[in-house]
């Protein structure tokens, strides 16, 4: 039972370097998620799709490109990447969108990326 | 401004000691508050959710409590495996997703 999966988990870039970030859930779910965690940061928003079809922006999309490629995918691109992007990204699924919500969102265990 | 805030940042227990974690939000229109555990280098896991004040849900060693202003988490006889950082949560108005406080991390020593 994979759950969430992100690859790749770990990635070096140089400055002005695209990427793109792979996320897959095996749950059925509708809402996927992407975000990223800086030291005494917390987790933040960068896009979200509440369905297939659907993307929108969160807290900090600036830099960040997203696909939902269908219901089970949803990737994030670095066009040309910077050094203020080094940080850890999560992404994650859940069953419904915030609206009428558990709040259970489930994560991938993050792509770890440096940009130098 | 922050909108979530948790303290302390860090916090060191004896095995067996009990304490509590602080969550305090500034939003308007709460629909929902959430804890989340995180190890090192995995991510974040659900642990409860709470929608309204005097609210409380409990797990093993883990109680959350919800106020107007702030959710506690209150450990009890922790051990070494409860060493973790802790997440809160919370959506709020209109928004479609949730926003994360910045985490307490917390260590247990046998």
């Known amino acids: 039972n994979a759950g969430v999966t992100q690859t790749p988990k770990f990635q070096v870039l140089k400055t002005g370097q695209s990427m793109t970030l792979q996320c897959a859930q095996d749950?059925?779910?509708?809402?996927m998620y992407w975000y990223r965690q800086d030291p005494g940061m917390g987790l933040r928003l960068i896009y979200y799709?509440?369905?297939?079809?659907?993307?929108d922006k969160g807290e900090v999309p600036n830099g960040y490109n997203v696909s939902r490629l269908n219901k089970r995918e949803f990737s994030l691109r670095l066009e040309s990447a910077a050094p203020s992007q080094t940080s850890v990204y999560f992404c994650a699924s859940s069953d419904r969108i915030a609206g009428a919500y558990t709040g259970e969102l489930f994560f991938g265990e993050g792509s770890r990326l440096t940009v130098l | 401004e922050d909108q979530v805030t948790q303290s302390p940042e860090a916090l060191r227990l004896q095995e067996g000691e009990s304490s509590s974690l602080n969550c305090s939000y500034t939003v308007s229109g709460l629909r929902g508050l959430f804890w989340y555990r995180q190890d090192p280098g995995k991510g974040p896991e659900f642990l409860f959710t709470l929608y309204s004040a005097g609210e409380e849900k409990e797990k093993e060693r883990l109680k959350a409590t919800l106020t107007k202003k702030e959710s506690f988490l209150h450990i009890t006889a922790p051990k070494p495996e409860d060493s973790a950082t802790y997440l809160c949560?919370?959506?709020?108005?209109?928004?479609?997703?949730?926003?994360f406080g910045s985490g307490t991390r917390l260590q247990v020593q046998p």
């Open positions: 749950m059925n779910h509708n809402s």
């Open positions: 799709s509440a369905s297939e079809g659907t993307t």
């Open positions: 949560a919370v959506v709020w108005g209109g928004r479609r997703a949730l926003t």
